[in-house]
């Protein structure tokens, strides 16, 4: 049954810092890793996708890795500023038919001015 | 649409009452999930939609939740006689399907149930 989970749980950081949150998961056998990002009160919005076949993929200052070998991806945020504040989850299609999304709990980020 | 709408943003009801949700997707976008927040705790599958097949109902918690999705399109998720332990916001999302599962999320409905 995969797992995943995200550490820190939160983290709060000066402007300006590049820093890294981290997501596990324990089946290796993967088809893709999605990245989002949570708003307070708001939904989900998607940040990056790494098909299984890609080790990074890159938006802006945004850079996800993924190495399905040791069941880890990792979110680096370089130059971070204010406006990064939110909570970041990642999730992984459940293999089979429904393809339906398995959740870490999330890393809330805080990036103070 | 532009990206995955829902409606109502939030829906506050009285305990034993019935709630509908609707949930408007991408267009072109045959696969349609629901899913549910609660506070603390982690996103929860409740129900998917691919295409013209039959859906995948085994996320919703009690019979009291039902869903159906009309014309290949939009979705409404209901919940009858409403508990306080539903209360939680209520995420929909759609991807292309197939072999694409990129998702894409609606705002979400808040639903408090007092």
């Known amino acids: 049954k995969q797992e995943v989970t995200q550490i820190p749980a939160a983290l709060s950081v000066p402007e300006g810092e590049n820093l890294v949150l981290n997501c596990s998961f324990t089946?290796?056998?993967?088809?893709?890793l999605q990245w989002f990002r949570q708003d307070p009160g708001k939904g989900l919005t998607s940040l990056l996708l790494i098909q299984s076949s890609q080790r990074e993929q890159t938006s802006g200052r945004l850079n996800a890795s993924l190495d399905k070998s040791s069941g880890r991806s990792t979110l680096y945020i370089a130059a971070s500023q204010p406006g990064d504040s939110a909570t970041y989850l990642c999730?992984?299609?459940?293999?089979?038919?429904?393809?339906?999304?398995?959740w870490g709990l999330g890393t809330s980020l805080a990036v103070n001015p | 649409g532009a990206g995955v709408s829902q409606s109502p943003s939030n829906k506050v009801t009285e305990k034993g009452k019935d709630v509908e949700l609707r949930c408007d997707p991408i267009s072109g976008h045959t696969a349609l999930y629901w899913y549910r927040q609660s506070l603390g705790q982690g996103l929860e599958f409740l129900i998917y939609?691919?295409?013209?097949?039959?859906?995948?109902k085994s996320g919703l918690p009690s019979d009291r939740f039902s869903a159906e999705r009309t014309g290949g399109s939009v979705s409404t998720l209901t919940i009858q006689r409403t508990q306080q332990e539903d209360s939680a916001v209520y995420l929909c999302?759609?991807?292309?399907?197939?072999?694409?599962?990129?998702?894409?999320f609606g705002q979400g409905t808040r639903l408090t149930v007092v």
């Open positions: 999730a992984v299609p459940q293999a089979g038919n429904n393809r339906k999304l398995i």
């Open positions: 939609f691919q295409g013209n097949s039959a859906p995948d």
């Open positions: 089946d290796s056998a993967i088809y893709n």
């Open positions: 999302a759609s991807s292309l399907g197939g072999g694409n599962t990129e998702a894409f």
